[in-house]
């Protein structure tokens, strides 16, 4: 069975930097497609960044310049760089999997961690 366990949320003030990670345990296959998603409360969920198979990553226009999505491949692990955060970047973090050619957040993913907390403090 393929389980998510993200990790690295906090309380920072603006301006500040994150680091989270998501480690994966179980088979995957070829062709995994992982992302990142946040939910703010009372706001719907919004996909920040994926990474495909062959290190291909997409960034949401919100977080572009500021984020770097990565992934380790020995470890099977998956991070979120966050840098320059602001307080709109408070929100409950998941990971997400699912095997797909091509990736992005509009995938169907079918595998979720069961998010970490980040708080953006001005």
């Known amino acids: 069975q393929v389980q998510l366990v993200e990790s690295g949320g906090g309380s920072v003030q603006t301006g500040g930097s994150l680091r989270l990670s998501c480690a994966a345990s179980?088979?995957?296959?070829?062709?995994?497609?992982m992302a990142w998603f946040r939910q703010a409360p009372e706001k719907e969920r919004e996909g920040v960044a994926s990474?495909?198979?062959?290190?291909?990553?997409i960034y949401a226009d919100s977080v572009k310049g500021r984020f770097t999505v990565s992934k380790d491949n020995a470890k099977n692990t998956l991070y979120l760089q966050m840098n320059s955060l602001k307080p709109e970047d408070t929100a409950m973090y998941y990971c997400?999997?699912?095997?797909?050619?091509?990736?992005?957040?509009?995938?169907?993913?079918?595998?979720w961690g069961r998010g970490t907390l980040v708080t953006v403090s001005s």
């Open positions: 997400a999997a699912v095997r797909a050619v091509y990736c992005s957040t509009r995938a169907a993913f079918n595998t």
């Open positions: 179980g088979y995957f296959g070829s062709s995994i497609c």
């Open positions: 990474y495909g198979s062959g290190g291909w990553t």
